[in-house]
């Protein structure tokens, strides 16, 4: 059964760089699938953030792109999320999720979500 | 960006009843639409993808319909458990859209 759990700090300050780690377990990443970020602000929708194949090869949101990378670590299992310049609407519930499908792509499953706020 | 518009927001039905949420998409996306269900508190549970697959292990009562841009999910008959707020998401494009989501409440 494949499990998937995020880890990283709970508070971040203004500008400064959001750092979150997905752990896998019950799946090698080096096996295959894309693997993804989603986050969601506090009352509100899913914003897909990027995804990352265990090559490295990754694809990210154009409203983002310009402040996150997405990395890969096989050796670990896990794949890390950063997100730089983080303002007070960065603020959110952030998901990692195994994105599978050939084309009609969807996230499953999730892990439980951390939620990062952004604050001073 | 392809938007992705859900109807209605919020929805108050009783257990038994059947219930129909809609998604709509801004431009055709074929049948690249996948459903998920979020219960207070947890992560988003993957429903239905390609418009209507349904994912194993979720109840036969669920089921999705459509294609371009008009998409259904419905439940035919509503349990306790069903009660959470469901979102569709395309993947026809990137990046990947969701709907803002129905919230599905206990009448």
């Known amino acids: 059964q494949v499990q998937l759990q995020e880890s990283g700090p709970g508070l971040v300050k203004p500008s400064e760089t959001l750092s979150l780690t997905c752990t896998v377990s019950g799946y090698s990443i080096s096996s295959g699938y894309y693997w993804g970020w989603i986050r969601q602000p506090p009352g509100k929708g899913l914003e897909w953030i990027g995804s990352?194949?265990?090559?490295?090869?990754?694809y990210y949101n154009p409203s983002l792109k310009s402040r996150v990378t997405i990395s890969v670590d096989t050796s670990k299992n896990q794949f890390s999320l950063r997100l730089s310049s983080v303002a007070a609407a960065d603020t959110a519930m952030y998901y990692c999720?195994?994105?599978?499908?050939?084309?009609?792509?969807?996230?499953?499953?999730w892990g439980q979500g951390t939620l990062v706020t952004v604050s001073s | 960006d392809i938007q992705m518009t859900q109807s209605p927001s919020s929805l108050s039905a009783s257990v038994g009843d059947r219930v129909t949420i809609t998604c709509r998409a801004s431009q055709s996306i074929n049948i690249y639409l996948n459903w998920y269900q979020q219960k207070p508190g947890k992560a988003p549970k993957f429903l239905i993808y390609?418009?209507?697959s349904l994912q194993s292990g979720v109840p036969s009562r669920f089921s999705g319909s459509g294609s371009g841009t008009d998409f259904t999910l419905t439940i035919s008959s509503l349990q306790p458990e069903d009660f959470a707020t469901y979102y569709c998401?395309?993947?026809?494009?990137?990046?990947?859209?969701f709907g803002q989501g129905t919230k599905l409440e206990i009448k």
């Open positions: 390609a418009a209507s």
């Open positions: 999720a195994r994105e599978m499908g050939s084309g009609y792509n969807w996230f499953d499953p």
């Open positions: 998401q395309q993947s026809y494009s990137t990046p990947y859209t």
């Open positions: 990352i194949f265990h090559s490295g090869s990754t």
